[in-house]
């Protein structure tokens, strides 16, 4: 049974975060490379098809995966889905599954397994959506704030460290939020400036029982400003030669020191959220037993 997930150009946290995780949940061995049965881990990863045409073929066992609308809606009457459980409600209605089956993101499952300690106190932090960085200006914003900048590209088990030692975590990136929820940090939820990244927060929100309060998203640099109002990704060659050309320079020195302002501001101002710990406990322990029964039936 192969352990699938999101892997990009560039490593990702969210994802990343299965690259150690099940093995430590799991029996030795139960994972290998045998491509004809897929463990669907973390992510928003329930796809219509997969990269390798093989693997629409196999059975996929979906493990806590949620739909983000990334792709059409898959037909999960078609054979080969084993739905263990899912993210959230909007995954269960949207792909027409039993509510029952959503429990949350299986990052909570982190709760479960010995995590690296805290980091060194390092007051507020901040993890922007991965795909922002390359356009965005999020290390010099967090350097004139004096926020604690987390790039979702770094090691998952340092970046745990620092969620852990954080006073506050403002995240772009959704499993920003579920880790610091998961581990009792609490957050600030900021909307992802490109809209395709929106749907998936509610489906892990409504899942924990919380009234997502979502603040509006931070720009950094012209080309968050592009993308944020125009829904595009500012990826075109006209785009990006109108939006990095020295003639913008002063607007781009602009947006940074207004976006570290906004910063500032939001840690005064706004309150975290964080679900509560009898819903935090009462889903991890669903989550393990869904895992544990899992491995019973495919031992």
Partial sequence: MKL????GDVPNFGDELNAFMWD????????DEDGRELFVGIGSIIWDSYPDAASDKAIKHVMGSGYGGYTAA???????WDVVWIRGPLTAQRLGLDPALAITDAAVLLRAIDLPPPAAPAGPAFMPHFQSIDRGNWQRVCELAGVTYLDPRRDPLELIAQIRAASVLI??????????DALRVPF???????PNHR????????SVDLPMQAIKPILSSPTDAYVRFTGRWGEAKRSKAILTHPL???VATAITYLAAENMRRIVKKTEPQLSSDATISRLTERSLEAVERFVKTHS
């Fill in 74 to 80: 898959p037909d999960m009457t078609d054979g080969s």
């Fill in 171 to 180: 995240t772009e990136a959704m499993h920003g939020a579920i880790v610091a």
């Fill in 4 to 7: 699938t997930f999101y892997r």
């Fill in 199 to 206: 749907y998936k927060w509610d489906d892990w929100a409504k």
């Fill in 24 to 31: 430590r949940l799991l029996p030795p061995g139960f994972l």
């Fill in 248 to 250: 913008m320079t002063p």
């Fill in 188 to 194: 600030i939820a900021m909307t992802p400036t490109h």
